[in-house]
């Protein structure tokens, strides 16, 4: 009685499992694994004011698709002798079949031949049917690594195909596949939607982009053909449009704004796509001057008077003058300030001499607050009606001495009856706008 007592103690049969190539440990490190319930991406975004895990409950997770390489990983390390001998995998297939912590464990991907052998490691009993809470992200982490493999074996064990659509909070099996470059997968997704998708009627966008906002939770999720060619992934954004998956003129803009031209020239081939002046208002931002080059030739949406404020403010004379010979949007008076502020005193000139800015006062105030004491001097010299006491209050106040030399040298006819210690102090009296 004793003996069996010992035998059949927790501790030893621990000590005997523990040396059998970690067998043991293995299973009771899977059982604390967190279920994989959903994954998200950059295409979701949540408002700052929601705080917290994504949609988390219990045992289960919602990882970021950033996450996932990391966690498969180590599961998969902790897996590995499991698979070491058939008589470890039909233990480790008895334990999925029995125990709701270690259902998750075909999650890691790379399905290997012999996880085929042992009946597919189905997750339901054949004979009780389909189970009540099967694991929700084996499509999208199959789609992770592209395993199209994977798809038919899920198929086959009767996997629920409808979890690959996502919801809200998590992606969409497409919708990982396109984050991650997965383009096979994709496809093959796509080309068999109605298979693996089985409705009377399969819409695109609802099986593919689920949701788009839940205001409950502040998610907003971006069109996926918009946010991949904002990536650049041409291939991808190449795949998407040829399944018909809705886009906006957002596609073409963020393609634009992130140097993107391949995918830039082929949306514009497609004739029903097109962009907005954002376009082009985002590669002058990021000085992307093929792209704005591109688009000018290309395309009639054009661009606004921030493409020149743009190039102005960082002193590039050449696509100022180019965009003043090319285009009719021109400037704002915030192109003459910024460059006034920064010392670009070439692109000042132009501005001046081409009469594409003729309120100069904003612009005269900051270059002496700046010190830029020859953007002062051009200014000061093409307009001298304007009213210096301003600025001369603000290059004493900011000790720009050369600038408030400058302006005292050269006051306005309105300033010059003024003495110089009141002039500085305070702010020269104007009259007051009566309002009617």
């Not at 904003?362 to 051009?378: C, T």
Request: net charge positive.
């Amino acid at each position: 009685m004793a003996a069996a007592l010992v035998l059949h103690s927790s501790p030893l049969v621990a000590c005997i499992c523990a040396f059998q190539h970690g067998v043991y440990l293995a299973i009771r490190e899977i059982r604390t694994w967190q279920r994989i319930d959903g994954v998200h991406g950059a295409v979701m975004t949540r408002a700052a004011c929601f705080k917290g895990p994504w949609h988390r409950s219990g045992s289960n997770v919602n990882l970021h698709v950033n996450d996932v390489p990391a966690i498969m990983a180590t599961r998969r390390v902790t897996l590995q002798p499991l698979l070491g001998s058939n008589r470890s995998v039909a233990h480790l297939v008895d334990i999925t079949a029995t125990d709701t912590l270690v259902r998750d464990v075909p999650s890691v991907g790379e399905p290997k031949a012999n996880w085929h052998d042992c009946n597919k490691l189905t997750w339901y009993d054949r004979q009780r049917g389909r189970r009540r809470d099967p694991p929700r992200a084996l499509l999208q982490l199959a789609a992770y690594n592209g395993h199209v493999s994977v798809l038919p074996v899920l198929g086959d064990s009767k996997y629920p195909m409808h979890l690959g659509r996502g919801g809200s909070f998590a992606y969409s099996d497409v919708q990982v596949a396109a984050e991650c470059n997965q383009v096979a997968f994709l496809n093959t997704m796509m080309d068999n939607l109605n298979l693996y998708r089985p409705r009377q009627r399969v819409d695109v966008a609802r099986e593919v982009e689920p949701a788009t906002e839940s205001p409950q939770q502040g998610v907003t999720c971006a069109r996926l053909l918009d946010a991949m060619a904002a990536d650049g992934k041409l291939e991808m954004v190449q795949a998407l449009g040829r399944h018909g998956l809705p886009h906006s003129a957002m596609a073409m803009d963020g393609a634009a704004g992130n140097e993107h031209l391949e995918v830039v020239k082929f949306i514009h081939a497609q004739s029903i796509w097109g962009c907005t002046t954002a376009a082009m208002n985002k590669a002058v931002a990021n000085e992307h001057d093929d792209i704005v080059r591109f688009l000018h030739v290309n395309r009639t949406e054009g661009c606004t008077v921030e493409a020149m404020n743009a190039y102005a403010a960082r002193g590039n004379l050449a696509m100022v003058q180019w965009l003043d010979e090319n285009r009719s949007e021109k400037c704002s008076p915030r192109a003459l300030s910024a460059a006034a502020s920064n010392g670009h005193v070439a692109v000042v000139e132009y501005l001046v001499q081409h009469k594409l800015v003729t309120a100069a006062a904003p612009a005269l105030l900051v270059a002496a607050s700046h010190g830029q004491l020859s953007v002062v001097q051009v200014l000061r010299g093409s307009f001298p009606h304007l009213c210096v006491a301003k600025p001369l209050q603000a290059s004493v106040k900011a000790s720009h001495d050369e600038v408030a030399r400058y302006l005292d040298a050269n006051l306005c006819q309105c300033c010059r009856c003024i003495p110089l210690s009141d002039l500085v102090k305070a702010k020269k009296p104007s009259k007051k706008r009566i309002r009617r």
